[in-house]
């Protein structure tokens, strides 16, 4: 131990001069691979707590050498390109036993591997083991029993959100804002405590960020230039109960045990989805005895030993699938679904026959499946997807199921039109709640509850209306020149009319009505097509009428005045400036200002005139 050749590794836990002072060695000799140095320098320049402590290491012995303690020295070669590309393959490695051995010197390192390949090579080595010592993280003191989460800035005081879900206060935690080197602090910590705790993962480490999984805190960092300054949000949950506790019911329990082999769970941020989850899982695993694993990323569920769970592999969940589907769970938990390859996977291990449970953010029971099926067939979503639960405040508030039939959907009448719909129903009464299928070219989510009180609003237009009208306009434009005025109208569930041109009525209807034929063929609706006649504008003003529905006042200025621009008056001053609809309405809910004026003009016998603009 005369003379000391330490690597990276050693050099940042400070073994250097912790050997040193403990060992009492008479005047070592140091020798400093600048490989070593290049590492430290890079690790630092990428803000990164290792590189700062190495250096802060060997400034420490540059002290002890000026008061006599030891020798230190610079030697070696700084790694090439090639050896910096190839770092863990153990180029760099190799040039620091390569100058061991030339120095003949003792090899001083943290790294098992280098140490056991030092042995094999005949170099003498001190492997120098870092103890962990378990030590509470300082964050920890900011939370109690009904802390969500804590949120620190630099510059900002630090607060904190509490409760449960549903009744959720921001609070203070000091007085006082926490400055830059008070953050960067906390933050070293987290991250040392990520290479030496063996239950905290550095889940995810890019340019300006950090996520790390810590026990039951997950912790992300952020630091500029990915954020405009130093952030650490640390998120707790704050239940972990049974699923007794929820009080399902009888017929939710049964199908949870036996037929449910594709749930979504949903929710908005906070409602409380982890922690459902967690319940299903210990209750499929200890209850049922069914193998269960989780894709996570980060890995935040709390859960027992008996869950294994797995985080992307090689950075890719298509990584961690492939093994999935090798292991073969009863049930797998993948958590969250947002992207399109996460939707992909679910739906392929679940085809493959593995019971899947996903985790998806949503703000209404039906965004679920809305999301699933906007990314899958449509013919498969009920054999990927039978039962969606939405939880709201940490409750099971709605449970969905979802079954193909072939039928006309709901708001359509003519026979023709049926086709394969997916009926999402209320799995505890069986109301049918929404209709999936395809229209056209698109994928209508439909809400039956909108589609049966239609009748009941004058003015209601459907969604469905909506699209096919826009699905119609699409191709009559395509037929004719650009620029043209066309309009469309959906009259009726089975009919719309087309308003163009007169000079254009041959163009569109097509030799022996056969273009026609095709655009009603491949919407499904039958078309009739009528002439917009340009009429002189009339700047005379003429009395209108006002027609009262339960929500809206409707200025009547007659089918003839489809479609312009007019400036309403009462008793000569000015209220508004509007486009009249095709059938020349001028629409205005109640309850606001404008139709508050109106009524009031009505009830005062008021003249109330429109002038075309």
Do not use: W
């Amino acid at each position: 131990m005369k003379r000391i050749i330490p690597d990276t590794s050693a050099v940042i836990i400070g073994a250097v001069s912790e050997i040193v002072e403990k060992e009492d060695l008479d005047y070592p000799e140091i020798i400093v691979p600048e490989a070593v140095v290049c590492e430290l320098e890079h690790q630092a320049n990428d803000n990164r707590s290792e590189g700062h402590k190495g250096l802060k290491e060997l400034q420490k012995l540059q002290r002890m050498q000026y008061e006599g303690e030891l020798a230190i020295d610079f030697k070696g070669k700084r790694p090439t390109n090639y050896d910096i590309k190839y770092a863990k393959s153990g180029e760099i490695d190799s040039i620091i036993r390569d100058l061991a051995r030339s120095e003949m010197g003792t090899l001083l390192t943290n790294d098992k591997v280098q140490a056991e390949t030092a042995k094999a090579q005949g170099i003498p080595v001190y492997y120098y083991e870092q103890k962990y010592i378990e030590k509470a993280l300082s964050i920890e003191k900011f939370f109690d029993e009904t802390t969500m989460s804590v949120h620190l800035k630099e510059n900002v005081i630090p607060m904190a959100k509490k409760g449960v879900p549903g009744h959720i206060d921001f609070v203070k935690l000091e007085n006082q804002p926490y400055s830059y080197s008070q953050i960067h602090e906390i933050m070293d910590e987290i991250l040392d405590k990520a290479k030496s705790d063996p239950k905290t993962y550095l889940e995810s480490s890019k340019e300006g960020s950090f996520v790390v999984q810590s026990r039951e805190y997950r912790i992300s960092i952020a630091y500029p230039p990915f954020s405009e300054g130093l952030e650490i949000t640390i998120v707790r949950p704050v239940a972990n109960i049974n699923l007794d506790e929820y009080h399902l019911s009888d017929k939710l329990l049964e199908r949870i045990r036996t037929n449910a082999e594709g749930i979504l769970i949903s929710g908005s941020p906070g409602a409380g989805k982890s922690t459902f989850v967690q319940a299903i899982a210990k209750y499929y695993s200890s209850k049922l005895n069914k193998i269960v694993k989780t894709m996570e990323s980060p890995r935040d569920l709390q859960l027992p030993d008996d869950i294994t769970q797995y985080s992307p592999l090689e950075g890719r969940m298509e990584n961690t699938a492939d093994v999935l589907l090798l292991v073969r769970p009863d049930y797998t938990i993948y958590d969250e679904l947002r992207k399109n390859t996460d939707f992909s996977i679910f739906a392929d291990m679940r085809l493959a026959g593995v019971g899947m449970i996903g985790v998806v953010h949503a703000t209404r029971p039906i965004d679920a499946i809305q999301r699933i099926s906007s990314r899958v067939e449509l013919g498969v979503i009920p054999s990927i997807v039978d039962t969606s639960i939405y939880i709201e405040d940490g409750k099971v508030t709605s449970v969905y199921e979802t079954k193909m039939t072939v039928k006309v959907p709901t708001g359509m009448k003519e026979a023709d039109l049926a086709r394969p719909v997916i009926e999402v129903r209320d799995f505890e009464t069986g109301e049918l709640k929404n209709e999936i299928y395809t229209y056209g070219e698109q994928t209508i989510v439909m809400d039956i509850d909108l589609v049966n009180g239609s009748n009941s609003e004058e003015g209601y237009k459907s969604s469905v209306d909506k699209i096919a009208e826009k699905e119609i306009l699409r191709k009559i434009k395509k037929i004719l020149p650009k620029k043209s005025k066309v309009d469309v109208e959906v009259i009726s569930p089975e009919r719309a009319n087309i308003y163009i041109p007169e000079e254009f009525v041959p163009k569109i209807i097509g030799k022996n009505g056969k273009r026609i034929a095709e655009i009603e063929e491949s919407i499904g609706i039958s078309l009739g097509v009528e002439i917009i006649e340009e009429k002189p504008v009339n700047k005379n003003p003429f009395e209108i009428d006002i027609i009262h529905t339960r929500k809206q006042l409707i200025l009547d200025l007659g089918k003839d005045n489809g479609r312009q621009n007019f400036d309403i008056y009462i008793n000569g001053e000015y209220l508004l400036t509007a486009t009249t609809s095709k059938k020349g309405e001028i629409k205005i809910k109640k309850g606001i200002e404008l139709s508050d004026f109106l009524l009031e003009a009505v009830e005062m016998g008021l003249e109330i005139t429109a002038v075309k603009k």
